[in-house]
């Protein structure tokens, strides 16, 4: 079972600051099989990246994704008032148990 | 333009039985593979199951093994989740996700490009 463990829980930022989200996997990841999303209250998930680093469609270019084996990373480099949401990490590698990381709250002040 | 609309949501009774669907447009859907996934009141999201674009591959969270089924209707465009022996902590809103992969793997994917609007279960007696 590969578990994803996100850091900080919390962020409070300032806009146009630069966000800095962790993800860090319990065993090697696949980095063609991580994702992350961003989820607001009362909608459903919104894909930011797949392939850990590749942008989903119509995902603004300030937030960027990298990282491999265990450790995964979602940069927002200059943070907007929309942004504030929760965001997840998901692995869907191999047929173990898929999650989603607990997630990362950014609140921007 | 894709749409994913959910259906079936609804009260359902502690060890009753729910069929959730979800209905897709704007895409060729027997060339994606689907996706449901909840978040509980207060708790973040959680993957549920998984299904190939052929039905050949399913997955499920360890939570609703035994007692969940995705299955797919390819000719109506339509993805399901027969819910059965209902639990208190399956309350939650349902989502449904087509896969971003489009490929000429018939896995299952989870990671989805698209979703639909949720669909609420309430388990309660």
């Known amino acids: 079972e590969i578990v994803l463990t996100q850091s900080p829980a919390t962020l409070c930022l300032s806009p146009g600051e630069r966000a800095t989200l962790s993800c860090r996997a319990s065993e090697t990841v696949n980095s063609m099989y991580l994702s992350w999303y961003q989820h607001k209250p009362g909608q459903p998930p919104r894909l930011l990246m797949y392939?850990?680093?590749t942008r989903a469609a119509g995902v603004p270019a300030r937030f960027s994704g990298g990282g491999s084996g265990t450790d995964f990373t979602l940069t927002i480099s200059s943070l907007q008032p929309e942004d504030s949401a929760v965001y997840y990490c998901q692995q869907d590698y191999k047929l173990t148990l898929w999650r989603f990381g607990q997630g990362t709250r950014v609140d921007i002040k | 333009e894709v749409h994913l609309l959910e259906s079936g949501g609804g009260l359902g009774q502690p060890g009753g039985s729910l069929r959730l669907s979800c209905v897709v447009s704007?895409?060729?859907?027997?060339?994606?593979?689907m996706t449901w996934v909840r978040q509980a009141p207060g708790q973040g999201l959680e993957w549920v199951s998984s299904?190939?674009?052929?039905?050949?591959?399913?997955y499920y969270a360890d939570s609703v093994k035994g007692r969940f089924t995705i299955s797919r209707d390819n000719s109506k465009n339509t993805v399901y989740l027969q819910m059965n022996s209902l639990r208190a902590e399956d309350t939650a809103i349902y989502y449904c996700?087509?896969?971003?992969?489009?490929?000429?793997?018939?896995?299952?994917?989870?990671?989805?490009?698209?979703w639909g609007q949720g669909t609420v279960v309430t388990v309660s007696s």
């Open positions: 392939r850990a680093s």
């Open positions: 299904i190939s674009r052929s039905g050949a591959c399913t």
């Open positions: 996700g087509k896969a971003w992969y489009n490929g000429s793997r018939d896995e299952c994917f989870a990671t989805s490009d698209y």
């Open positions: 704007g895409v060729t859907f027997s060339t994606y593979a």
